[in-house]
């Protein structure tokens, strides 16, 4: 409730209620009522030979073995006690009840939850499922079913799936109507459409699933939302990874969602009980709040455990596919998920939900990244004080407080340009300190350096570089593409997955798939799959979109953290990114020649034409041209650094000369690209481009473009412009030229935005020693692509650049309640406190005990004169036998 913004706001604590699902809410009786045993083990004992005081005795130890009754007692007794503790507790004054539908109590709660609101007899409920039943006859009862899994793994709908784990959980959620909670400006993580909801009728048996019955659930949960079921783009299911439930839920699903739906595999499947098991009662909690998170952060969670599909739900032909991968959620139209839950005795219920903002505007997520930490002082000895000051307070008592107040200092801190600074990543305050650590000792033994970069990422340098009017943005050509890039970035930054929806809304419009799909494909099992993944991104139509999106993307993450440009520059088809970027374009124009650019350039769809190859060769230029020469149909495409250029050309011709560099000790690279571009082989591009670039606007550069062409700055005249964009993509690309233009024009900070960091190094290849800075933000495809940002930035920032706090998406964790006065740790059915436990275990080192019966009777006091008898110590125990001696 303090989540949901109401934790000291009591205006709606009248008409709220509690709803909850709860079952087996009275396994606290057996316990209890085990107490009351005790007239029948003191007969047992009596009757064994055991006297009365020494029967007491025993009877207290065998009690103090269970929970004692208290008024405590009544929630594990009678479930309707735990909404009603909620209620009074938190001074509630609407309706308190629990409900018991098995593993669908949860959703059961929540149907009666939305009755409440919908009709208006409350304005807020609280409403989930909790199920604290792990015990031995839960254990006994599945065990028998059997439902069990043998390999102690969940693996929902997956071809080795055999069986479920079950768990415990608690889950709890807000409910208030849409127009209430966005008139109170309320935290909405989803929207609930409608419910549908069924009975399984008569069947084989009243524990078996019937897919027919499901299905009549989700029907009347679409039809009653007036939704497509095709409209939706994941699916939550009840997936507990039995042999029973598994195929029939999938052929309800099936059945249901490719009715009218000829799209396959573009629904994501999964269950969240590959991960905590089936938390029963609690089950439906779950799901919908892992669905509702999903929804609002724009992600699509993945089901651990999944190694290949059943092969006979042939999922292949249906609208689903297992995803294994957290993957970004990009769409055009609203996100909307389903949720079932099923229990026992053929009760269904399905949930629509869907997204309430298309996309997030403020800080929304909890998850924590790595956080940049930034020291400076006048001088690299004060530099030296200040870190080992802050490392004690790290190590103080009040440590995670200095932690926060550090992260947030350094997020926006302003560091004079002759200040001694270092900075580096911590993901946690473990880390900060080890870092500190190694910081200080490395200031130790480099007390004169002029700047030092250590393996661990920290970054120091004595005094700042002037970016003032020197800073170059590049980018990245076509080549850099590859699967999954910058994937954990837009799964936390807005800016990025925008910019793939405006994109995708642009290829959608032309009939095209969305470029979202083509990078962040769904995960596959089959390496002949995967192969034709990676080559679909590599065909121009897909590649160029996905570069200029995602470059997109970046620009606009690092615009918002205070970033400009002074320069702009790209690399071949980056160019195009460059003009947009220098304001000659805006949004809509850039994205519509992007996806013209990529068509125009894709290969005619002719038998046997040949787009032609590139090569990449690498070595003394000047033996290069004279080999080039002697083959006329191979042209100098790029003329990339002083020791390395591409070449364009037919497939055999490039193949051909490919290996005369070889014997001559050059180094060859075939780039991933489908054409030879920037030579007379795309000529079939001209003209469609051409075309389309008549249809846009151009606008006069607010800073510098600098030319592939002429490596001088674009003109003025937007028609020339357009004119020189037009013959670009014929015309060979003189980056080397560009490069050392602009370093004469004073620019020496260079930036690379989109994957990889081919430019970068071009650069630096470029310039050797003379005084720059180049650094990509994409480095490495195989590294978390958020870390390598915040990487690169921080890098930025101790070089000099006035950057601000990169990730503003990212909510400040709540403090850690302290515990009240009146907290205390209550027993359970299987939750004993230690202080209750302690008790039983001293009580079973007391000393007293219990001996056979001594093989003269007669010798001691005898108890009993049955057949069984156990005797009284005797005066030598230890020449007894002893049958018990710790109780």
């Not at 009840?97 to 807020?124: F, I």
Request: glycine letters at 8%; charged letters at 20%; hydrophobic letters at 40%.
């Amino acid at each position: 409730i303090t989540d949901a913004g109401y934790g000291t706001d009591n205006r709606h604590r009248e008409r709220t209620g509690v709803i909850l699902g709860v079952g087996g809410g009275q396994k606290l009786i057996t316990p209890l009522t085990s107490r009351l045993q005790y007239p029948l083990w003191e007969r047992v004992l009596k009757s064994s030979g055991i006297g009365d005081e020494e029967t007491q005795k025993i009877i207290e130890k065998i009690k103090l073995g269970y929970v004692r009754w208290n008024e405590n007692s009544f929630p594990g007794m009678l479930g309707n006690v735990i909404a009603g503790r909620i209620a009074n507790r938190l001074d509630l004054g609407g309706i308190n009840c629990v409900v018991d539908a098995a593993c669908a109590g949860s959703l059961a709660a929540l149907q009666m939850t939305l009755s409440e609101l919908t009709e208006y007899r409350s304005d807020m409920m609280i409403t989930g499922g909790v199920d604290t039943d792990n015990s031995i006859f839960m254990y006994m009862s599945f065990s028998k079913t059997p439902a069990f899994s043998k390999q102690q793994n969940v693996k929902p709908f997956d071809v080795d799936s055999d069986g479920m784990m079950i768990g415990e959980g608690i889950g709890m959620l807000v409910l208030k109507r849409l127009a209430d909670a966005k008139r109170d400006g309320d935290r909405i993580y989803a929207v609930i459409k409608s419910m549908g909801t069924s009975s399984d009728g008569k069947y084989k048996s009243i524990y078996a699933p019937r897919a027919s019955g499901q299905s009549l659930a989700l029907e009347r949960a679409y039809d009653s939302a007036g939704l497509s079921p095709a409209s939706v783009g994941l699916i939550e299911a009840h997936g507990t990874g039995t042999m029973a439930g598994d195929p029939t839920e999938f052929a309800a699903l099936k059945t249901t969602f490719s009715e009218n739906n000829l799209t396959k595999q573009h629904i994501a499947l999964g269950s969240v009980k590959s991960q905590i098991g089936h938390t029963k009662s609690a089950a439906g909690a779950a799901s919908l709040i892992k669905t509702a998170l999903a929804l609002h952060h724009k992600i699509l969670p993945p089901t651990i455990n999944v190694t290949q599909p059943n092969p006979k739900f042939e999922i292949e032909d249906s609208p689903f596919y297992l995803n294994t991968k957290t993957r970004p959620w990009l769409c055009v139209e609203p996100r909307r998920a389903g949720v079932s839950a099923f229990g026992f005795g053929g009760t269904n219920y399905h949930v629509v939900l869907e997204e309430c903002q298309s996309e997030q505007t403020e800080d929304y997520r909890l998850h924590n990244s790595s956080a940049s930490i930034l020291l400076f002082a006048d001088q690299p000895s004060q530099l030296l004080e200040r870190c080992s000051t802050t490392l004690l307070q790290l190590q103080s008592d009040t440590q995670a407080q200095h932690f926060a107040q550090l992260i947030e200092s350094s997020q926006s801190l302003a560091i004079p340009i002759d200040a001694a600074r270092v900075g580096f990543l911590a993901k946690s305050l473990d880390e900060a300190r080890d870092l500190l650590q190694i910081t200080i000792e490395s200031l130790k033994k480099q007390p004169t350096s002029e700047f030092f970069e250590h393996p661990k990422g920290i970054y120091y340098r004595k005094s700042g570089m002037d970016a003032k009017g020197k800073v170059v943005v590049l980018f990245s050509g076509q080549g850099s593409q590859y699967l999954n890039m910058g994937r954990k970035l837009a799964l936390n930054f807005p800016p990025l997955r925008q910019a793939y929806t405006e994109m995708d809304k642009v290829l959608l419009k032309q009939g095209l798939p969305p470029i979202s799909d083509i990078v962040f494909p769904s995960p596959v099992f089959d390496k002949a799959q995967k192969v034709a993944q990676v080559a679909a991104l590599q065909e121009t139509e897909n590649a160029q979109p996905a570069i200029g999106t995602f470059s997109f993307g970046l620009y606009k993450i690092l615009q918002q953290a205070g970033f400009q440009a002074d320069f702009v520059a790209g690399h071949s088809f980056g160019e195009l990114t460059a003009l947009w970027a220098g304001g000659v374009l805006n949004d809509e124009d850039y994205f519509f020649l992007v996806q013209s650019r990529g068509q125009a350039m894709a290969s005619p769809a002719v038998s046997n034409f040949d787009a032609g190859a590139m090569l990449a060769v690498i070595g003394d230029i000047t033996v290069l041209q004279n080999i080039v020469e002697k083959f006329p149909t191979i042209t100098i495409a790029n003329w990339n650094s002083n020791i390395q250029v591409v070449l364009g050309g037919p497939t055999p011709d490039l193949e051909q000369i490919k290996q005369v560099f070889e014997k001559q000790n050059f180094s060859t690279v075939l780039l991933p690209v489908s054409a030879a571009f920037h030579t007379p082989l795309v000529k079939h591009a001209h003209k469609p481009f051409a075309e389309a670039l008549n249809t846009v606007t151009f606008n006069r550069p607010k800073i510098p473009v600098y030319s592939n062409i002429t490596g001088a700055p674009y003109p003025d005249e937007p028609g020339e412009i357009r004119k020189m964009l037009a013959s670009h993509i014929l015309k060979p690309v003189s980056f080397k030229q560009k490069i050392e233009n602009l370093y004469a024009a004073g620019g020496y900070f260079f930036i690379e935005f989109g994957p990889r960091n081919i430019l970068t190094a071009l650069v630096t290849n470029i310039l050797e020693d003379k005084y720059h800075l180049a650094v990509a933000l994409n480095q490495n495809r195989k590294q978390d692509s958020e870390r390598q940002l915040h990487k690169a930035v921080l890098k930025l920032r101790v070089a000099g650049l006035p950057l601000r706090n990169l990730d503003p998406y990212q909510r400040k964790e709540d403090e850690t309640p302290k515990n009240q006065g009146l907290t205390v740790r209550l027993n359970g059915a299987n939750y004993v406190s230690e202080k209750t436990r302690a008790a039983f275990e001293n009580a079973l080192q007391d000393g007293d005990h219990v001996y056979n019966a001594h093989k003269h009777p007669e010798k001691s006091k005898t108890i009993a004169k049955d057949g069984d008898q156990v005797s009284n110590v005797p005066e030598h125990p230890e020449k007894s036998k002893t049958i018990a001696k710790d109780g």
